[in-house]
């Protein structure tokens, strides 16, 4: 069987070294001292006008990341559930809030976000790339898609820009970026990439940090920032890494004006990496698998960290399938649906593959891509019979894929959980 154990030795040498290393800014209240934001990445909201859920909408949601798009409306009750419950000051929503960026999903979302600060939160947003018409918006009925208007940045600035850019004190004319004060003495800082070409910051938005680090640093503040596209590189296998154009003149600046965090997402998984005093956090998607989101608390004056938690739906869902709650049913329909891929992939593998192994190949591409995705910290097992049956088999892109995902498990660090002093 012909062998290329590149990947594999580079995972299995990661895994050995890894062993041995061991105020709510209401337009109108006073700003509060201290409080917590709920964080939420990713959303690839839906809209339900513009399905039946028929043969074409399954075929695109198998090949659509695993995300859930059946259980939106449960969701997004939750959360509010979540909202109400907690009385978080501010729920931000840092990019790629819609699925394609379709102007029907956009009009639902800000129904909802309206209902949000009714209930007296306030909704800060930022546009990711599959927001502002860089991918075009369908609708599916029966077996057939159809193009549907999708949102250019001019109308995500007119029906979104409520939420918070239209009422901050500092805003950039040229992007969808602005600033705004959160608590007394702290400022979040909303830098989009998104809004002229994807994932790039243009000239004029880092002229706009600038003069907004410049504001806050007069105002004797602190700034957090917030950005859709990670800033920093994440994945040692470059796999899923796209980092902004104008990133490294982002960090610089923030170091330079003593930012010290930036919330991300983009990446669909919980990630952490630190650079020149700069702590990025990627925010995971809320709606894969465990439906995770983040709290960002304040303590007056300095304190600030951060919390990675999983939104419980279960209540809220009509049907489980026969599982005990929505976690395990959600977790058994993306191995499903991770399995399915790799069993489909049959001609990609060696000849003599026969079913058993490639269900065990299956089984274990679904598990690590669910550790991955969840953000696990995780032992790999280099005598695991799904990690040798990958090791054994012959060059594909399956293999390639797998021995990438294999370098980006966390194998050290526990990314949940993290605070630091501003
Ligand atoms: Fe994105």
Redesign the pocket.
């Known amino acids: 069987m012909k062998q290329n154990p590149s990947f594999f030795s580079l995972a299995l040498s990661i895994v050995l070294s890894a062993s041995f290393l061991g105020g709510c800014s209401s337009k109108e209240a006073p700003l509060k001292q201290e409080g917590k934001i709920l964080l939420v990445s990713?959303l690839h909201y839906y809209s339900d006008s513009l399905t039946d859920y028929g043969s074409k909408f399954q075929e695109i949601v198998r090949n659509a990341d695993g995300k859930d798009p059946f259980h939106q409306k449960a969701l997004l009750r939750a959360l509010k559930g979540q909202i109400e419950k907690e009385k978080y000051d501010a729920v931000v929503f840092n990019?790629?809030i819609a699925f394609n960026g379709e102007e029907a999903s956009l009009n639902d979302l800000t129904g909802y976000f309206d209902s949000v600060e009714e209930s007296g939160t306030e909704v800060y947003v930022l546009p990711?790339?599959?927001d502002v018409g860089f991918y075009q918006g369908f609708s599916s009925f029966g077996d057939k898609t159809e193009d549907v208007k999708t949102y250019t940045p001019s109308d995500f600035r007119k029906s979104l820009g409520k939420y918070g850019y239209d009422s901050a004190p500092l805003k950039d004319e040229d992007s969808f970026s602005y600033l705004v004060p959160l608590y007394q003495g702290l400022y979040g800082l909303f830098l989009d990439a998104n809004s002229s070409t994807e994932n790039a910051y243009e000239e004029s938005t880092a002229e706009f940090a600038k003069e907004a680090l410049e504001y806050v640093k007069e105002k004797g503040g602190k700034a957090i920032s917030f950005t859709?596209?990670p800033l920093l590189s994440h994945l040692k296998s470059e796999r899923l890494d796209s980092r902004s154009v104008r990133s490294d003149e982002m960090l610089s600046l923030f170091k330079e004006y003593g930012v010290k965090v930036n919330f991300a997402?983009?990446l669909h998984a919980l990630n952490r990496k630190e650079s020149g005093g700069v702590s990025e956090i990627v925010n995971p998607c809320l709606c894969l698998l465990n439906n995770q989101y983040g709290v960002i608390s304040y303590t007056e004056g300095k304190d600030l960290s951060y919390g990675c938690f999983s939104l419980d739906i279960t209540d809220y869902v009509s049907s489980l399938e026969g599982y005990s709650s929505f976690q395990e049913y959600s977790e058994a329909r993306y191995k499903r649906i991770q399995k399915e891929k790799i069993l489909e992939a049959k001609d990609s593998f060696a000849t003599e593959t026969d079913e058993e192994e490639l269900s065990l190949l299956g089984d274990y591409f679904a598990k690590i891509n669910t550790d991955f995705f969840e953000g696990n910290l995780v032992k790999v097992d280099s005598e695991d019979p799904g990690f040798l049956a990958w090791e054994g088999q012959i060059d594909s892109f399956w293999r390639d894929y797998v021995g990438k995902i294999l370098m980006d498990l966390r194998l050290e660090t526990d990314y949940h959980h993290f605070s630091k002093s501003l």
Request: net charge negative.
């Open positions: 990713d990019g790629d990711g790339n599959h859709h596209q997402g983009h």
